[in-house]
C-alpha cells in the first residue's frame, strides 16, 4: 500500500517538476534555442499583456544592444500576431522565439512572470522571477559575477 | 507491476478530474484584459451610474474596496 502511494505521489511530482538553478536544459531544448557552447545567455519570459514586461523589455534590450552578452527573449502569447505586434513596438533586436503554444514555458514552470533566467553550457546558472526595478542594473552585476 | 502503473495511472487520473485547474502565471493574459477589470471597458459608465444612483437615493459611496485585502487597513 505504502509503495502504491509512494509511487503515485513522485508521478505526481515529476508532473509539476520546473526547471531550477543548477539544473541542465534538455538537449532538445538546448537545440531549439540554438545556445552555443561557453556563451552566457539571459533568457527572459514576455507576454504582451505583462505591464511589468513594458517596463523592463527596454532595459534589457540595453544589455543586448550594448553587447554585454547574448539575450534571447521567449513571447509566450497564444496569438501570435499579438506578440509580433509587442515587439515590434518596443523595437527589440534580440532573438525572439514565439512560444505560442506555451510548450517551452510548460518545461521552464517558472514560479512567477515575468521570468529571466542566466543559462551557460545548458545549466541553469541563476532565475529571477517577478519584475525588478533597473533589470538592467541587476542583469549587469549579476554578468559580473558569472565571468 | 503493471498492475501497480494502471493503479498509479487510475488514481492520478481520478484526483486529476476533481482538482480545479490552477491557472500558471503564463496564462494570466485573459485576467489581464481590459475587459476584466472590476469597472468593465469604461469607468465612464460607472461614474454614471453612481451619479444616477446618488440623484434617485440621495446617498452615495458604499461600492468601493478599500485596501488591497491585506488586512492592514
Known amino acids: 500500500m505504502i509503495r502504491k502511494i509512494l509511487s503515485t505521489l513522485l508521478l505526481t511530482t515529476l508532473s509539476v517538476m520546473a526547471l531550477e538553478q543548477g539544473e541542465i536544459l534538455p538537449q532538445p531544448l538546448q537545440t531549439q534555442l540554438k545556445l552555443e557552447k561557453d556563451k552566457l545567455y539571459v533568457i527572459d519570459f514576455f507576454a504582451s499583456w505583462c505591464k511589468s514586461c513594458k517596463k523592463e523589455l527596454p532595459l534589457i534590450a540595453t544589455i543586448h544592444d550594448n553587447n554585454l552578452t547574448e539575450v534571447i527573449g521567449i513571447n509566450v502569447d497564444k496569438n501570435r500576431e499579438e506578440g509580433e505586434a509587442f515587439v515590434k513596438k518596443f523595437n527589440l533586436k534580440f532573438p525572439i522565439v514565439y512560444d505560442s503554444d506555451q510548450a517551452l514555458i510548460n518545461t521552464f514552470k517558472p514560479l512567477g512572470f515575468p521570468t529571466l533566467y542566466y543559462i551557460k553550457n545548458g545549466k541553469i546558472l541563476k532565475s529571477i522571477v517577478g519584475a525588478i526595478d533597473a533589470i538592467d542594473l541587476q542583469i549587469q552585476k549579476d554578468l559580473k559575477e558569472f565571468k | ?73
Open chain 2, 1 to 73: 507491476m503493471i498492475r501497480l502503473m494502471v493503479w498509479s495511472m487510475g488514481t492520478l487520473l481520478l484526483l486529476s478530474g476533481c482538482s480545479i485547474k490552477e491557472v500558471k502565471p503564463w496564462e494570466k493574459g485573459d485576467l489581464a484584459m481590459d475587459i476584466m477589470q472590476y469597472e468593465g471597458l469604461h469607468p465612464e459608465v460607472k461614474k454614471f451610474e453612481a451619479h444616477t444612483y446618488f440623484s434617485k437615493e440621495a446617498s452615495r459611496g458604499g461600492a468601493g474596496v478599500a485596501g488591497g485585502g491585506c488586512g492592514c487597513n
